[in-house]
């Protein structure tokens, strides 16, 4: 099972990267192994955790891959996001998201908010700016904010930043199977190139996947 879980998403992490697909997946190549695995949340079940930023464009890319997958994920498997915060920008987007969370809209603010900054162009990208989108989801600002630079928002950023460190992430889209399997998907000197520079892997200009969303999307 393991293996048919890692296969599927390195397969869809490499498609949306431009990376060639292999027939068979390649530790060292294709996916890496950590040394040292880290502990899942739930004993017994295999742990995929996804790592992502808002301002990413393979991460964009990557949702309706992911979306497609978790409708038919096996009972034995236990999917979690994790918004990264390995760097200033990315921890705006790390809170905002686990403020979607603590305050009960992630399953209506996710894409969408993928969808203003990858599509639209919108530069959501700090505190003001996400509380200003969350409005339209019936968010006061007020209790945003307040949410925002809550302990328990601060410590789940802190917990994603620790993960990142364990698995020795150098950016995203990356997938981390039962703490122990890494797939990333772009090329790592890329990625450690765009991590000095702050910007992550956003690039300018419209993202020509998903134009409109679908009136009866549902996140998952």
């Not at 209790?143 to 789940?156: I, L, M």
Request: hydrophobic share 40%.
């Amino acid at each position: 099972m393991k293996k048919l879980v890692l296969g599927g998403l390195s397969a869809a992490i490499m498609a949306v990267s431009g990376s060639a697909m292999a027939a068979d997946f390649v530790a060292g190549k294709d996916y890496t192994v950590i040394a040292n695995p880290g502990k899942v949340e739930v004993p017994g079940k295999i742990e995929v955790r996804e790592f992502f930023w808002y301002g990413c464009p393979h991460c964009f890319k990557l949702e309706p891959h992911m979306q497609t997958w978790l409708k038919q994920i096996p009972k034995d498997v236990r999917f979690v996001r994790t918004p990264a915060a390995m760097n200033k920008m990315w921890e705006q987007g790390a809170r905002t998201y686990y403020t979607s969370e603590a305050l009960g809209v992630r399953k209506r603010t996710h894409l969408p908010l993928f969808h203003a900054i990858q599509v639209n162009g919108q530069q959501i990208f700090d505190q003001a700016s996400a509380a200003k989108f969350f409005t339209r989801y019936g968010v006061p600002e007020q209790k945003f904010n307040s949410t925002y630079n809550s302990f328990a928002v601060t410590a789940k950023v802190a917990e994603s930043n620790k993960l990142a460190q364990q698995y020795q992430l150098t950016g995203v889209p990356a997938v981390v199977v039962n703490g122990k399997y890494v797939v990333q998907g772009e090329d790592a000197d890329e990625r450690r190139k765009e991590k000095a520079q702050g910007e992550g892997s956003r690039k300018k200009g419209k993202n020509k996947r998903l134009e409109k969303l679908p009136d009866d999307f549902e996140l998952l």
